[in-house]
């Protein structure tokens, strides 16, 4: 069982490039989000999903887009990148959207935009 | 609007100390959960814990206790007996209980143990 996985683990771009960061999950989590975390602080949502078809922004979305076609598959989409993005971003799961429901976290992808 | 805020931002302890971390929340809400994760040198986000609002048992778990406290909106984190393995950077997260709702994270507090 192998839980949430992300693709790639490092990445540098340089400006203007784009790029698409993969997320799966094999628990059949109906939930799924993306985070994004700069230095020394925490994890803040860019866009999540409540299931294939349906994704919705969160805190700070803009500079990416999302799809869901599957209910494993979340992948973040950068189109023009810039530097302000250079951050480690966190995709994870949950099985529903309710408060108690456990967030499970993928190994993280770290980006570097030049 | 929820707020998490962790006033430590680096603890070095030597090893075999104890350590507490501390996490204070804002939340108009009356039911809400509380979540600590840990984050390693290695970068991946592990759970360690999740308490519901209205709970507030304390837990123990091995070398690790969590206090709950409603009255003043906080959910301390204790380590006893640190080891040099517990370095990493831990954060404290709040969530709604109601409908839909993602985490709301704290910045977090790297803690340092030293051998």
């Known amino acids: 069982n192998a839980g949430v996985t992300q693709t790639p683990k490092f990445r540098i771009l340089k400006i203007g490039q784009s790029m698409t960061l993969q997320c799966t999950q094999d628990?059949?989590?109906?939930?799924m989000y993306w985070y994004r975390q700069d230095p020394g602080m925490g994890l803040k949502l860019i866009y999540y999903s409540v299931g294939a078809g349906i994704t919705d922004k969160g805190e700070v979305p803009n500079g990416y887009n999302v799809s869901r076609s599957t209910t494993e598959d979340f992948p973040l989409r950068l189109e023009l990148a810039a530097p302000s993005q250079t951050s480690v971003y966190f995709c994870?799961?949950?099985?529903?959207?309710?408060?108690?429901?456990?967030?499970?976290f993928g190994p993280g992808t770290r980006l570097t935009v030049l | 609007a929820q707020k998490v805020t962790q006033a430590q931002t680096e603890i070095s302890v030597v090893e075999k100390e104890d350590v507490t971390l501390d996490c204070v929340y804002e939340t108009r809400d009356t039911t809400y959960h509380l979540f600590w994760y840990k984050q390693p040198p290695s970068g991946e986000l592990v759970f360690l814990i999740r308490r519901n609002s209205f709970d507030e048992q304390n837990e123990i778990s091995g070398r690790y206790s969590w206090n709950f406290q409603k009255s003043t909106s906080s959910f301390n984190f204790t380590i006893t007996a640190s080891q040099v393995v517990d370095s990493a950077v831990y954060f404290c997260a709040l969530r709604k209980d109601s409908g839909y709702s993602t985490l709301t994270f704290g910045k977090g507090t790297m803690l340092l143990v030293s051998p």
């Open positions: 994870a799961s949950t099985l529903t959207g309710g408060g108690s429901d456990t967030q499970y």
């Open positions: 628990m059949n989590h109906n939930y």
